[in-house]
């Protein structure tokens, strides 16, 4: 079953930024993900948080969607985001992929 990572990523540094968003996809593709939302507008309907850059990525399984943030690949560009963002990386949800 798909497996969802969802962040919320208020960027500090564009610039800097770019580099982790150039490195990212290269990173998902051993592990099958693939992004479904990265960025765009977006705003809040309900409760106290502040939506900034809001990210989804599909993988194929939980295990693949840990697998991939856990990589060493990923950890190395994980901290060009630290450095350039405040993020809230939410949560792997098992799920089953919208159906079009």
């Not at 580099?19 to 705003?43: D, I, M, T, W």
């Not at 693949?64 to 060493?72: F, N, V």
Request: glycine share 6%; proline share 8%.
């Amino acid at each position: 079953m798909a497996a969802y990572i969802i962040a919320n990523v208020e960027v500090t540094d564009p610039e800097g930024y770019r580099e982790y968003s150039r490195q990212v996809p290269a990173s998902l593709e051993p592990f099958g993900g693939r992004f479904v939302v990265r960025a765009g507008a977006a705003e809040r309907l309900e409760g106290e948080a502040t939506p900034h850059r809001v990210v989804v990525i599909e993988f194929p399984s939980v295990d693949a969607a840990k697998a991939w943030h856990a990589s060493p690949a990923y950890q190395t560009i994980a901290k060009i985001r630290h450095q350039h963002s405040t993020s809230h990386v939410m949560f792997v949800a098992e799920g089953a992929p919208p159906q079009v």
